[in-house]
């Protein structure tokens, strides 16, 4: 992938973000360009949240083109860094808030150890439904988008649904893993 990394966004590069060992063991802050700067590329954490609506709907969300990493490309409800000392949870909710002004019950799935070339991260995955309907809360979201849960895990499957590094390979790894279905959405 050519346009990972945006020169022109407006995300806070001194951002103080968590900072981890290959165990996921929290070390110390490190600054945000730290992060995605493909030579060094630390280990740190990331929280993913999958929201459904009664209906089924997965809210997959189009990241905006201000965005340091993925302009312009789909991703997970809500993905964000986890900031240093931040629980993972709180950091899900914050981001779930900021992103899409959503409050809603959410609960941890799994943690996955990812590195997609780009960036090597712990991803902290919850899952939540609500009928709340989302709406952008900032400049990091360009487009919120309702799909059915039966058609975001089958165009995974078959391989015409392309999400950012990171939120792909996640998700591939929950429809493969049997976990992106309706029942685990349950409060």
Known sequence: MTNYYNDLTTDPKEELLSHVDENDVEIEGVRR??????????WHRNSHVYIINSKGELYLTRRSHTKDTSPDLLTVTTAGHIRYQEDPKESAQRELME??????PIHFVKKYKVDYGFEREFIYVYFGKTDMIPVIGNEEVGEILPISLEEVVGRITDGSLKLAPGAQEVIRMLVQENLLRQDMFAN
């Open 99 to 104: 992103e899409l002004c959503l409050e809603a």
């Open 33 to 42: 360009e730290e992060c995605h700067n493909e030579s060094i590329k630390p």
